[in-house]
Nanobody
Framework: QVQLVESGGGLVQAGGSLRLSCAAS????????LGWFRQAPGKEREFVAT???????YYSDSVKGRFTISRDNAKNMVYLQMNSLKPEDTALYYC???????????????WGQGTQVTVSS
């Protein structure tokens, strides 16, 4: 089992940057693909980025070129560097883990509680 705890959210002006972190428990961290998802009020949870066990990455079109996902298996951490933030990036951001490398929300077995990101215009 994996427990995930996100941090690093906050309020930032449009054009600014934030770095989200997700700390994972468990000794099998390297066996999981990790993903970042977000959910804005009144909207469904959507895929943002994912990184495989070997470090391959995949991004949603809306964040490609602005966000970067990375992982540190030695520290059981996954990160989301967010640059050139836009007001439409405002959402609750979740970290998730699963054995499959996928962008499908429903496939992920383990979830954190989320960290709020608010981008002001």
């Amino acid at each position: 089992q994996v427990q995930l705890v996100e941090s690093g959210g906050g309020l930032v002006q449009a054009g600014g940057s934030l770095r989200l972190s997700c700390a994972a428990s468990g000794r099998t961290f390297s066996r999981y693909a990790l993903g970042w998802f977000r959910q804005a009020p009144g909207k469904e949870r959507e895929f943002v980025a994912t990184i495989s066990q070997s470090g391959s990455t995949y991004y949603s079109d809306s964040v490609k070129g602005r966000f970067t996902i990375s992982r540190d298996n030695a520290k059981n951490m996954v990160y989301l560097q967010m640059n050139s933030l836009k007001p439409e990036d405002t959402a609750l951001y979740y970290c998730a883990a699963d054995s499959l490398f996928t962008r499908q929300v429903r496939s992920y077995e383990y979830w954190g509680q989320g960290t709020q990101v608010t981008v002001s215009s």
